[in-house]
């Protein structure tokens, strides 16, 4: 089966389909499934392709998020996606069910779809010609910025989260004991207390700076003394550093 898959790429989906085929003929006579709750018992199948199949095969009233649906539903009723609140796949699928109108869940789902492939796309949305606008939470949120919404907007807001998001997450990810700056301050905080022109060879002040300090962490200790040496805070020699 991979042999006649090419040039479709994605190897392990052929063997996927050609397992799942084996699981259809030997446990549904052949017929896939219709109902969610069976289609869920296909190796490999996950709640969108399970309700993919259902609504756009057998005409079922289900509600199935993908990529496009997700974005398209998050920015109507949420805002935009590098905001506040953010939808786990759970939410995601809690709104998609929510908001489905009865009846329609044939075309409203390749409605969002093709909504979320033409206008709503994730960097380029063409929110000008989007019928949504008026009831959109992100056309609002971006009207606070510009006039104009569009795509320009959108990368600009989005850059300016990313920003935020990454300066948060480096400083919650690393306690200012670990930083470069804090051992900057103990090497001199040390040295401090040796008597004046005393050197200390780089090993020793590592073990006295850092309580885990081992000989792989010379390299490290290598670059702090040397930034401290041309700021002029170090006197490095080959016996060692001092206070200048």
Request: glycine share 6%; with cysteine; charged share 20%.
């Amino acid at each position: 089966v991979i042999s006649v898959w090419v040039p479709l790429g994605y190897n392990r989906r052929a063997v996927s389909l050609q397992s799942i085929a084996y699981q259809v003929m030997a446990e549904y006579d052949g017929r896939i499934p219709e109902s969610i709750d069976e289609l869920l018992k296909l190796k490999g199948v996950g709640r969108y392709t399970a309700g993919a199949i259902a609504c756009f095969a057998y005409r079922k009233q289900v509600a199935t998020v993908d990529t496009n649906i997700r974005r398209v539903l998050q920015r109507i009723f949420l805002g935009l996606e590098h905001s506040e609140p953010k939808m786990n796949d759970v939410q995601a699928l809690a709104l998609a069910e929510q908001v489905l109108p009865a009846g329609e869940a044939y075309n409203w789902n390749q409605a969002l779809m093709d909504l979320g492939a033409t206008l709503c796309t994730s960097s380029n949305p063409q929110c000008v010609r989007c019928p949504l606008q008026e009831n959109c939470c992100a056309f609002a949120e971006m009207s606070q910025h510009s006039l104009f919404p569009s795509g320009m907007v959108l990368r600009q807001l989005r850059k300016v989260a990313e920003k935020e998001a990454n300066y948060q997450a480096k400083n919650q990810a690393q306690p200012f004991t670990s930083t470069n700056r804090y051992f900057r301050g103990r090497i001199v905080d040390f040295l401090r207390t040796l008597p004046a022109s005393e050197r200390i060879p780089l090993a020793d002040l590592g073990r006295q700076i850092k309580p885990t300090f081992c000989d792989d962490d010379l390299p490290w200790l290598q670059k702090l003394v040397d930034g401290l040496v041309k700021d002029g805070l170090l006197d490095c020699a080959g016996d060692g550093v001092r206070l200048p």
